[in-house]
């Protein structure tokens, strides 16, 4: 491929280390030091992507990270492929790999590309209008838009590289390394304060350090010859920490601010091995200086975005920072002077710029003299209706522009090109500050939002092009003036630079350049990367929509990748325009983190696989995983499930466990229910005040069972608590609700009875708990513990007593969730599973058998006991559970009573908890399946079933449910109707075994 | 992300805290004389101020105190940090 794109000109480009990359498989060679775009166009590719929607060639269009365009795959290893990633941004490094999206079969040959002869029928809000009916045929239409849709593919395989997050902390934070970004940095550091200035290039000084024309000078040296003398002058101060290739993502309040430090990206495969890929840096800056610089506006007109039309100032880079030549044939199209810094470049470097196009009538500037006087054709008051050429532009249509610029007159020139550069004037990058809670101003001359000083958070300032400042010697004098002040700063060396730049003097802006067409037979784009046109905009607008929040949503505009850098502002412009408002008044969209996007592995960090969360395991986990039990997740903890025997399903395992637990003995872990120890005198009245029963009586040695509400009378959790002395309390919560409830009683202790003399200490942790249930569990718990009375006299259930095992202190205490005889041990956490395994020895020969939560459950069910957050749902009242016997009536207040007698919670038809018996015993039903009294239509649910088994102790399937008015419906036959049959059930009692509680003794 | 002045341990980051919503609604000392009106009153009515509002924050991740915070919700700043039981600044 002609290699003569590339000049040989200048410093940045390390023409003697070549490096081979692939583009779409094909081989091709770059330099060191270029962008995947600058070698792309060094090749002569142009055509890089198709778009979104119409499948339209596209091509390169900016330098950076604005590209709408020419967004790519990079990499075929399925698990560290990127996606989406900007050909503009990535650095060429040996071996890259990348790919066209968004096409099939190729970019060259798009099958998609027929969407473009379909345009006329896929306005704004296509989708919204045509798959609307029948509703029920979305799920069909939904595979096929979804494939068609889409950009880059994600890697299907998980991230093999490394992130890192870290804390920074700093006196002064400087966004952006252009040349007020450098002088913050520098003014900052030599007053001594910690200062980091951070840039998300590889290299310092933004577009001036490549801008050495003579009219730009500072104290007689070209402005790029002076700013780099000045960066090495930075690097060399030891407060300044200057990060490179870090991007500011986001910039919340306090001046916190997150950026992403791309490490290895642009290394060769063999130099990234155990680096670490990108780092996540999480900043507090006392003092942050936003100098984030502008983006170059394109022009909205016919076929704006054919391959080869690219931003003015991007076709300056790439001849002056990298040495590409974008094109041999290349005409200009503006309506500011920058297009002429870019005319001069090329001239200078020996590529004919044919015409200027400049729909300005009377542009005169020192910039424009020197066109002129190189020969160099302007059109003054033109503008170009239309562009020729399908892959990549071939040639304009240039007309005049009427006076007012509503219309054009005259006849249609045609000029052949290879290249168009566009400039529509400059955006300030205001995404960082409005991010903070930043206000914009509008400022009419020009049409750009600029920073609102007054409405600025504190400890912050913008400078330089993203205040607003476009010409070098405003760039300069008003940075060192602003950075002066914000950092209290005596004399400096900047005040007094001698500085020469080109005045612009006249400006004219259209948002939408009139054709010699009607607008709906032209194509002019706004949002390239979404394939929305000023047409959408306005169809928008028709349609009735007014906010522009509405109109980017429903016309997509400004939702790419690129979040609409290049061109929202135009779609402001043409919305004022079709609806006559000011622009200051329309305001902006809202700009949202992240300002360019962050890979999810920079966002976990190093939170992955087992560091995701904290895994919380019992004292006796290891004996779990020894003798096979699955493990269920409940909360944090890993709780065994079932205890699998040579090959039993889970529904075996459970039924065996069940009937072993009832017939001779079972033994349950419950390390993991949450315990607070409560000492201190008035333990006893603030039991009284959280439980809805009394406690003031509650002997000592005795346990009792609480339920906890919430002020709004609904059940929050239970549990049972023992009196371990006069002052002092263990209670037990559930599982998961052990550390809200914690907090929840100190909030009470702290904020509403500071009165109180009590201590809560959580003691989950520090004791484990074993509980064996079952007609042998006495003879078990005596041959562990010989000495202690196990008479029902001595120890009666609901009772609890100290005891030792050897010599370690344990407490056991008789209760009971199974409805067994059982006893629960409570010791120390580094004997547990010492003492486990002398309950698993000491019950053998009465068939001990370990259990899970899914017997626990079971047996529970079959004695009608709740499990909150299974039966509960925070909306059921201790009445609707029907467990009014725990409400202490004579008690003066507890959490939650006086809701109890609301309006609401005294409804008879509130759901109430119910049992269910299915007609057919083998019946298991399904937990949360409807309940209804009949199939007629409109069908009124009813509730819903909680929990459901099939009980081997009963020989038949029981359940428990929510069911509107259900306590007054025993015996009541409904339906549970299911995809494929309708399931007849009799609602009964919820205690569906041992309704005397025999076995409690037995 | 703020930063919170925890009175009992200094300037910490906002993930150390949680926020328990609005602050000075006492619990009444008598709820069973409150007609529905009145307890529906302290249960559910809660101010969502643009502005100054004084809320209760814990530091949960750390001292595990509950403390008021006087906090701009429309720009987040903090004009005051007080102790349970203390009087407000000046509203």
Known sequence: MSNNLRINKNNFIDQTVRISFKFNGKKLFGYKGDTLASALLANNIHLVGRSFKYHRPRGIMTCGSEEPNAIVQVGKDSSLTDPNVRATEIELYEGLEAFSQNCWPSVNFDIGAINNFLSPLLPAGFYYKTFMWPASFWEKYEFFIRHSAGLGKSPTKPDQDLYDHQYVHCDVLVIGGGISGILSAKLSAEKGLNTILIDDKSYLGGSTIYQDDDIFKINNETSNVWLKNLIEKIKKIPNLTIKNRTSVAAFHGYNYLLAKENLTDHLAFHERKEKIRQRLLKIRAKKVIIATGAIERPLIFSNNDRPGIILSSSIKKYIDYYGVKTGENISLFTNNDSAYETAISLNKSGVKVKVIIDIRENPKSPLSEKIEKAGIKILRGYTITNTDGYKRIKSIDVMKLSKDGGSVVGNKVAYKCDCLGISGGWTPMVHLFTQSGGKLKFRNNDNVFIPDENKTPSEQISVGSSNGDFELDDVINNTIKSVKIFLGLDKNDYENLNIKCSKEKQKRNIWLLPSNKPLSKIKPFLDFQNDSTAKDVKLALREGFKSIEHVKRYTTTGMGTDQGKLSNMHALGIIADTTGTNMGELGTTTFRPPYTPLTFGAIVGRNVGEFFDHTRRTAIHDWHVENKAEFENVGQWKRPWYFPKNGETMYQAVQRESKAARESAGILDASTLGKIDIQGEDASEFLNRVYTNAWSKLAIGKCRYGLMLNEDGMVYDDGVTTRLGENHYIMTTTTGGAANVLSKLEDYLQTEWPELNVYLTTVTDQYSTMSICGPNSKKIIKKIIPSLDLSDQSFPHMSFKNSKIDNVNCRIMRISFTGEHSYEINIQSNYAKDVWERCMEAGKEFNITPYGTETMHLLRAEKGFIITGQDTDGTLTPSDLQMDWIIGKKKYDFIGKRSLYRSDTIREDRKQLVGLLTDDPKEILEEGAQLVESLEKPIDMLGHVTSSYFSPNLNKSIALAVVRSGKKLKGKKLIVPMQNKNINVTITDTVFYDKENKRLNA | ?91
């Open chain 2, 1 to 91: 992300m703020f930063i919170i002045n925890c009175p009992y341990c200094g300037e910490r980051d906002q993930t150390e805290f949680s926020c328990g919503g609005e602050a000075h609604i006492e619990r009444p000392k008598q709820p069973t004389e409150l007609s529905d009106d009145q307890w529906a009153e302290y249960l559910f009515m809660r101010k969502n101020i643009k502005g100054i509002q004084f809320e209760r924050w814990n530091h949960i991740h750390g001292c595990r105190k509950w403390f008021n915070v006087v906090r701009d919700t429309s720009n987040d700043k903090i004009h005051a940090v007080y102790k349970m039981g203390e009087r407000p600044p000046v509203k």
